[in-house]
């Protein structure tokens, strides 16, 4: 099993920058492949952005792309997620999550997941 830890939310202005960090615990990160979800009030889970196991793939939402980058340090365990150009439509609950299958796109494939970190972008 893995345990997962967000951190790294805030509010921030429209246009600004946030990174998140997913600290994994117990099982070592690199046995899994990792996705960041977001959940919006009154929206379905949904999304972000997915990472191999080793890093060398990586995978977006079309809303993200170019303006996301998700990336890992096996070494120490974490997933980061690089914000940049943020608009009011990213606010959400952000969530970092793990799956021991190929990373995915679905939140269905995921096995564990984090408590989830607030990310507000005011316009």
């Known amino acids: 099993q893995v345990q997962l830890v967000e951190f790294g939310g805030g509010l921030v202005q429209a246009g600004g920058s946030l990174r998140l960090s997913c600290a994994a615990s117990g099982r070592t990160s690199s046995s899994y492949a990792m996705g960041w979800f977001r959940q919006a009030p009154g929206k379905e889970r949904e999304f972000v952005a997915a990472?191999?196991?080793?890093?060398?793939?990586?995978y977006y939402a079309d809303s993200v792309k170019g303006r996301f980058t998700i990336s890992r340090d096996n070494a120490k365990n974490t997933v980061y997620l690089q914000m940049n150009s943020l608009k009011p439509e990213d606010t959400a609950v952000y969530y970092c999550?793990?799956?021991?299958?190929?990373?995915?796109?679905?939140?269905?494939?995921?096995?564990?997941w984090g408590q989830g970190t607030q990310v507000t972008v005011s316009s």
């Open positions: 990472i191999s196991r080793s890093g060398s793939n990586t």
């Open positions: 999550a793990a799956t021991t299958e190929r990373y995915s796109d679905s939140p269905y494939d995921y096995d564990y």
